[in-house]
């Protein structure tokens, strides 16, 4: 962990803004003592002007801080000369995303990603330090640069032979009759909160499958999921699986957001993506954010709805404003309250209406035994049957997810005549 931290942030034309910085840097569990900030270009060597280094190695000396945390992906190199002259531990923004991925990764194949991820990252750097002459002459392995290769080989293999539960589940489940519903957006817009309350009760014994998660950790901490949860949730009468995702940060580095790849499949398996945002931000940052996630999607995305959370934060004026200013660019968002619990029937029906469209059909049934089965069996996977008895049949009108239909006909057919 990181302990006490000083944190320091250089930008070119905007005015600093460390909150972002400090929370990263409190949700890798450090303790920010103090902050500097200044508005110039980059310093090659060391990212930050020569004045202000010097100010933060008075800081370290005062404050006794064990760690600078550097808002900016810095070099192997500038990270190595900014702790000489600095005096203590020099970590730049990546690196404290690292820290709290690690610190959070429950399941194996989280932790083998976050090793990944780590040994990725490392990687630059030690061959920054390797002399150039061993790094030819050892090509096999005996250096800390091959022995890295070999270990992300390794881990990368064991990733790949790792079957995803949560993959396999949502296969099953989708052929059980299920819509599938992800929820994607920027870390702390209040994700597993909406889960949590578009969840059905938990059913006693479905905490056997671990991709079912009970809780759906919430808290006001970047980073809070770090794996997909999925939960059911019965969406205007449609039995469906809502899983939550990892949350966007900016300026991640790609090799991490492509070590979660639970999360992006999660999202391209999806039926219908809820995009969740948060409302109370300045609009502009609510405009790029959204078009950040839709960026990340891509072109073959399932349909969105988006939902506008924290309501609760500003004014109906407000609101209506900030749905307007970015209106082109998610149609119709639906303006919620997830902590509240408002608004939340508008966004299942928009969710529905994204779901593949239900068929209709009307089948006749014989008074037997398997017919009565079958007719069960429509009663829980269908999302809305009529039966009318006569003396010897019943008419059934179904309306149902094609491929719950598909199975119904295929059933019909076998029984006895
Ligand atoms: N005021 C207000 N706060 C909310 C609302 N919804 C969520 N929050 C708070 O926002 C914070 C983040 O909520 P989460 O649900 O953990 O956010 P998340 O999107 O899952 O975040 P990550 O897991 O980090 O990606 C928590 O403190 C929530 O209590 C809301 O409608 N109103
Ligand atoms: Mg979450």
Redesign the pocket.
């Known amino acids: 962990m990181l302990q006490t931290a000083i944190i320091a942030q250089r930008t070119t034309d905007e005015t600093p803004d460390t909150d972002e910085i400090r929370g990263l840097t409190e949700a890798a569990g450090a303790r920010v003592v103090a902050e500097v900030t200044q508005q110039r270009p980059p310093d090659p060597g060391t990212e930050l002007g020569p004045g202000k280094v010097t100010e933060i190695a008075e800081l370290v000396e005062e404050t006794g801080a064990e760690t600078v945390v550097v808002d900016a992906e810095l070099t192997p190199q500038q990270t190595v000369t900014l702790e000489d002259t600095v005096g203590a531990h020099v970590v730049d923004r990546h690196r404290v995303v690292l820290e709290i991925f690690a610190d959070q990764a429950r399941s194996r194949r989280a932790q083998l990603q976050v090793e990944l991820a780590r040994l990725q990252y490392r990687l630059p750097r030690v061959r920054e330090r390797s002399d150039e002459g061993a790094l030819n002459r050892f090509t096999e392995s005996g250096t800390r640069y091959y022995d890295l290769l070999d270990r992300i080989d390794e881990l990368e293999n064991k990733l790949d032979d790792l079957p995803s539960v949560a993959e396999q589940h949502r296969a099953q489940r989708r052929e059980e009759g299920f819509d599938l519903v992800a929820l994607a957006?920027?870390?702390?817009?209040?994700?597993?909160?909406?889960l949590r309350r578009l969840a059905d009760e938990m059913e006693l014994g479905e905490t056997a499958h671990d991709d079912l998660d009970e809780t759906a950790?919430?808290?006001?901490?970047?980073?809070?999921?770090l794996e997909t949860a999925t939960r059911r949730a019965t969406l205007s009468g449609r039995s469906t699986l809502v899983t939550?995702t990892?949350?966007f940060l900016d300026d991640l580095p790609h090799w991490l957001v492509e070590s979660f790849r639970n999360t992006l499949s999660a999202v391209e398996d999806a039926d219908a993506v809820v995009v969740?945002a948060d409302l109370a931000q300045p609009v502009e940052e609510l405009r790029r954010k959204l078009e950040t996630v839709h960026d990340a999607l891509g072109e073959a995305h399932p349909p969105v709805v988006t939902a506008l959370?924290?309501?609760?934060?500003v004014s109906e004026q407000v609101r209506r404003e900030k749905r307007d200013a970015v209106d082109e660019l998610a149609p119709n968002a639906v303006v919620?309250?997830?902590?509240?619990g408002d608004n939340l029937d508008a966004l299942t029906s928009a969710i529905c209406e994204k779901l593949p469209s239900l068929e209709h059909e009307a089948l006749t049934l014989p008074l037997s035994e398997d017919a009565m089965s079958l007719l069960s069996w429509l009663h829980d996977e269908a999302v809305d049957v009529e039966a009318t008895y006569d003396s010897d049949s019943v008419h059934v009108d179904v309306a149902a997810r094609p491929a719950t239909l598909e199975q119904a006909r295929t059933r019909l057919e076998g029984l006895a005549p």
């Open positions: 957006g920027y870390t702390n817009a209040g994700k597993s909160t909406l950790a919430v808290e006001d901490r970047l980073f809070k999921t939550d990892v949350g969740v959370n924290k309501a609760d934060l919620v309250s997830a902590g509240r």
